[in-house]
């Protein structure tokens, strides 16, 4: 699988990718003026997060639009957790507790790309260790399939993502990427690990995927944000479960290179979250929006 990232240089040969998140101080903008960008700001729980989305007029894949989701998701979940502290409630997840690895991840395909494209890019060694742990996890999980009890049963949606989690967590298959109770691409981990706390203690974890009573809630998220941003644009309503995530990339090259205006990338993904606001959240609000 190749990986292409497409970059400008400005004149003092910084390298910016095709679509990333503006700086505070609208940084990237100033620098390079060509470049367009598009801010919003939200409102998470009171608390104001301006956000700037920056990019350049080319042409940019699926998976350019995931290191910016990543930092919208990062800023959105710092800003909760800083007032969870502030509080005085405790967020009990922390290095070496890995219970919510053993649940099921599913990721938008320009997640799958991205990190299909981050493990390729990696050393000889450690590619071919998560490659194999992919292919072992990957085929485990598709030989439960078949005994699945959810399978061909009349169930609503909502019940049968739930029994899809509860079968999932009942295999205790392990996530492929996870090694000595720590994750292996942790700089490169999906939107909803980085979503995903609990409060108080993370002992009640350990199998129980459904008791979400624990869990803090995220007033937007950014990972069902990207996987309607992804259906809207390939037409297709795809996510992927994680230890498929390889294995979908590489039978899908022509969908991780195809391109977009990134222009058309980054309004695809601004109207989804706006929509998301406006008809499901209460808590977040746009209160501008430039292009
Ligand atoms: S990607 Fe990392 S954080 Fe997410 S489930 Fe796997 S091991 Fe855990």
Known sequence: MAMISEFV??????RFPTIMLEDRQGFVRSLRPNRRVVRFELDIFGHPLRIGISFADRPAELAELVPMARQIT????????RNLNFSGRKIACQKGCAHCCYYLIAVSTAEAFCISNAIFALGAQKRRMLIRACCIAGRNTIASI???????????????????????????????FLADDCCQIYEYRPLVCR????LESSKPCA?????????VNIPVSIAEILAETCCKLQGADNTVILPLAIPYAYDN?????????????????????????????SNVEM???QL
């Open 253 to 281: 090259p022509d969908d991780a290179r195809r391109t977009f205006p990134a222009e058309t990338l980054v309004r695809t993904f601004v109207e989804t979250l706006c929509d998301n606001i406006y008809q499901n959240i």
């Open 207 to 215: 199998g129980d995927c459904a008791d979400s009573s624990r869990r």
């Open 146 to 176: 078949a005994q699945n009890p959810t399978t061909g049963q009349d169930t609503d949606q909502m019940d049968t993502l739930q029994n899809l989690s509860d079968w999932y967590s009942n295999l205790s298959l392990r996530c492929p």
């Open 195 to 198: 979503e995903y706390f609990v």
């Open 74 to 81: 990062d800023r959105i979940t710092r800003l909760i957790t």
């Open 9 to 14: 240089t400005n004149p003092a040969g910084t």
């Open 287 to 289: 209160t501008s929006f």
